[in-house]
């Protein structure tokens, strides 16, 4: 009766008959095989498969060793991952799934203030290269130019400061050291602004004179072109961006109409070389352009300031 049943099973091969001792070798993991056309649907499907277990079972043999490497049923698949969307258990475990660490940022204190009030103070820098702070030989040459500039090569003439890109803050905390009253900075960096920008505003003691915007520089001054009034115009800009992160030629039409450029402005942009740089922004003249290894200075000036471009540029 054994060997009749077992030779008309569809799911194996001809097997040897039962005896009373169970079987304890182990077959290696296959498909079995089964007619794509023939294959039960639905309820039968289940069925069959339990029968199969059962007639395997019978015979002393494992049934996991014939069904782990089954294709799963594609439908079954989506079934589940539909109930998994309707209990909310998708979302958990997405939730609790391990993300990935982030790296730890640190910063290390390799900047200073050059002159003024608070000279060779101590300046946080991030150690990372996702800030670029103005090298000291650069920032020393640009304010050496705007003090001849403004008439007064001992100190900065006084007026407002707007930092664009700060970063550390080093070009703005140098601008107040100098002689500027007040000076906003314009920071995207949640991190740089909450452990660089504010730790160095606050030991240099400007942090009361300060105004920090935390948002784009585009957005910072299409707001101001936008909402006239709502922004002091500034005597000094400095522009000092990641340089593959910006295009010179929209930023300076930007400023060129911007109501945070003073009539009397001083602008300070630095560049890298091989980059086309205007003339004039706006009403305002170029009175140096400097090379520092392959970082370029320029700033441009008010028209009065022209009589000491020579002098200035030499």
């Not at 020393?140 to 003439?157: M, N, T, W, Y």
């Not at 606050?202 to 004179?209: Q, V």
Request: net charge positive; aromatic share 8%; charged share 30%.
């Amino acid at each position: 009766m054994a060997s009749s049943t077992l030779a008309s099973t569809p799911f194996l091969p001809s097997l040897p008959g039962p005896n009373h001792t169970r079987l304890s070798l182990r077959f290696p993991a296959r498909r079995l095989p089964v007619a794509a056309s023939a294959a039960p649907k639905g309820a039968a499907a289940s069925e069959a498969a339990r029968e199969r277990r059962r007639f395997l079972e019978r015979y002393g043999l494992n049934p996991d060793d014939f069904e782990e490497d089954a294709e799963p049923d594609p439908r079954e698949e989506r079934r589940r991952e539909r109930r998994m969307r309707r209990s909310g258990r998708g979302e958990e475990e997405a939730a609790v799934a391990p993300a990935r660490p982030v790296e730890r940022r640190e910063t290390h204190k390799m900047l200073q203030v050059l002159a003024g009030k608070v000279r060779r103070r101590k300046l946080l820098s991030p150690k990372d290269r996702n800030v670029r702070p103005m090298m000291e030989v650069v920032r020393g040459a640009a304010f050496d130019i705007l003090q001849s500039a403004g008439g007064s090569p001992a100190s900065l003439k006084p007026g407002l400061w707007l930092d664009l890109y700060s970063g550390t803050g080093s070009v703005g905390i140098e601008a107040m050291s100098r002689g500027c009253s007040e000076a906003h900075f314009v920071e995207l960096d949640p991190w740089v602004i909450s452990e660089v920008l504010k730790p160095n505003l606050d030991c240099t003691g400007f942090l009361d004179t300060s105004h920090i915007h935390m948002l784009r520089v585009e957005n910072f001054l299409d707001n101001a072109e936008k909402s006239k009034g709502r922004y002091p115009s500034f005597d000094y800009i400095s522009v000092t961006p990641p340089y593959v992160e910006v295009n010179y030629s929209t930023l300076l039409d930007q400023l060129a109409r911007s109501p945070l450029v003073g009539e009397d402005c001083f602008i300070l942009v630095e560049y890298p070389l091989k980059t086309d740089m205007p003339e004039s922004c706006g009403k305002l003249i170029k009175i140096a352009d400097r090379k520092f290894g392959r970082t370029n200075l320029l700033i441009y000036g008010p028209t009065w300031s022209e009589k000491k471009k020579g002098r200035i540029l030499r």
